[in-house]
């Protein structure tokens, strides 16, 4: 009996087991979650991954506006700092996970809304970034000659909105408003000599501009002093050393700091104790007689505030700047920029506005504080939108730098996986994710770039930088994009 049953067994045993595999493989697929992300910066990526990685059914689909992907690491980070854009590796092998799929060349908001990709997926972030500038909001911010700093980093860094900028570099004198990493990275640009820039992925037409300017002097202004900048010792210790160039600090602005900064946090304390020194101390054999011969020059001017671009006998050229002087209230980061009364101009044909970058609403449908510049959320929860969270600077503002996007971005996506746990996300209801958004986009004649595609586009620009002795020419115009990849 034994012996028959187990034939019987061994018979229909591998059926009945190919049977249950089958409906655990159906529940598996209804079980897992469909989820999208809006941007393909550091912020949507690094949303992917932590997703990817802590939920092994979960598919994440990354959408973005423009056919190249990567965000403010191709479009913000300076040319010659090839090092931090080393996080694309790490975007790339997320791209390639076969759970993970990339659709570029699509605007969400226009080609499809939010609500059309809640209907599609289980969980939607937003991921969009800050693609706008704060303004100064002062008269004569519309003359020629005056740009945001965000404009002219999208200019050098090929931004196809901001290709056709034509910045005019035919004054000796650069005025650049604002004290931050964006700011030092602006002046660096237009003093570095052309044999450094030529060997980065600055673009071809900026590099030419650049080549032929004029500028030579180049002042970075700030509200506060010089305990308030918001500059990092890394870039500020580049500029001193930039050849070529030497720096122009007031040691008015630095006499008596040395105590002040005793107990200031350890960061502050270095980067302050450097430009002390630059401005205090006599400079070595070495960098004397390389400041001597150099043809350039940066300085900080503190305690200005800007009330008016001046316009030149045309009234369309910029030929100037107005500024309140200001004092401080208070001490440390709180400290106030309070007008004493005293203005002074200032005499410039270039005004670059470095105050910050702001996010926009994407789509009337979703929650927008205009004043924050953000999306209300907690967490990463978008306030009152199920299924809906954020990300990066639209999450908590244009702050910080790639390592505080990774960590907020981790955090947003460790809210969707504990609510897909929690089942606030409700699992059973299926979702068809790509599917259903790609019939909506072939309705209304939009063709989705796929990274594949994307890995055309970037051979095709490491090819051309090769001959250029450059690490890539970047393309600017999504049109050359699209017919590469014969869209």
């Given amino acids: 009996m034994g012996s028959s049953c187990g034939r019987v067994c061994s018979k229909w045993g591998s059926p009945l087991r190919r049977l249950a595999g089958f409906s655990r493989l159906l529940s598996t697929a209804a079980l897992a979650p469909q989820i999208c992300v ?17 939920h092994r059914l979960a598919r994440v689909d990354i959408y973005e506006k423009l056919p190249v992907p990567f965000g403010l690491v191709r479009f913000g980070v300076a040319p010659d700092h090839p090092e931090v854009k080393n996080v694309i590796n790490t975007f790339t092998q997320t791209a390639h996970s076969d759970r993970c799929s990339y659709y570029g060349n699509v605007t969400i908001g226009k080609d499809v809304t939010v609500k059309e990709l809640q209907l599609a997926y289980h969980a939607v972030v937003l991921s969009y970034g800050a693609e706008d500038n704060r303004i100064l909001g002062i008269p004569g911010e519309n003359l020629s000659g005056v740009y945001s700093a965000r404009a002219f980093v999208g200019w050098y860094n090929g931004l196809p909105e901001n290709r056709d900028l034509k910045p005019d570099l035919s004054s000796e004198t650069a005025v650049v408003l604002g004290q ?24 071809e037409g900026s590099l030419a ?51 002040v ?13 450097l430009m002390v020194k630059s401005a205090l101390e006599k400079p070595g054999e070495k960098e004397a007689g390389r400041w001597a011969s150099a043809t350039k020059e940066w300085g900080l001017k503190f305690r200005r505030s800007p009330l008016e671009l001046l316009p030149a006998a045309d009234g369309k050229q910029a030929r100037g700047i107005r500024m309140a002087v200001t004092r401080l209230e208070g001490s440390g980061e709180s400290a106030r920029a309070v007008p004493t009364g005293e203005v002074e101009e200032f005499e410039c044909g270039l005004i670059l506005s470095s105050i910050g970058y702001r996010s926009l609403p994407l789509d009337s449908s979703i929650p927008f504080d205009p004043k924050l510049g953000i999306i209300p959320n907690s967490l990463g929860r978008v306030q009152g939108a199920p299924g809906l969270y954020c990300s990066g600077w639209v999450k908590r503002g244009p702050t910080g730098v790639i390592i505080t996007t990774m960590n907020d971005s981790f955090d947003t996506a460790q809210a969707v996986l504990e609510d897909l746990q929690t089942g606030v996300l409700n699992l059973s209801n299926s ?4 599917k259903s958004v790609r019939s909506i986009l072939h309705s209304r004649g939009v063709h989705p770039v796929t990274f594949s595609d994307w890995e055309k586009i970037d051979a095709a620009e490491v090819a051309r930088g090769k001959l250029a002795g450059k690490p890539r020419e970047k393309m600017v115009d999504p049109q050359e994009m699209l017919q590469l990849i014969s869209h």
Avoid at 261 to 273: A, G, H, M, Q, S
């Fill in 38 to 54: 809006v941007g393909s910066g550091p912020a949507g990526f690094y949303t992917a991954q932590h997703l990817l990685k802590h």
């Fill in 180 to 203: 931050g990493n964006v700011a030092l990275d602006v002046a660096r640009v237009l003093l570095s000599p052309l044999d450094i820039l030529g060997k980065t992925d600055i673009t």
């Fill in 209 to 259: 501009a650049i080549a032929c300017s004029k500028v030579k002097r180049v002042w970075l202004v700030g509200r506060r002093g010089p305990l308030q900048v918001a500059f990092t010792i890394k870039e500020l210790r580049e500029m001193i050393n930039l050849p070529g160039t030497r720096p122009l600090l007031d040691p008015a602005d630095f006499t008596g700091l040395g105590d």
């Fill in 261 to 273: 900064i005793k107990d200031v946090p350890r960061p502050r304390k270095r980067l302050t104790e």
């Fill in 431 to 434: 979702k068809e994710g790509f």
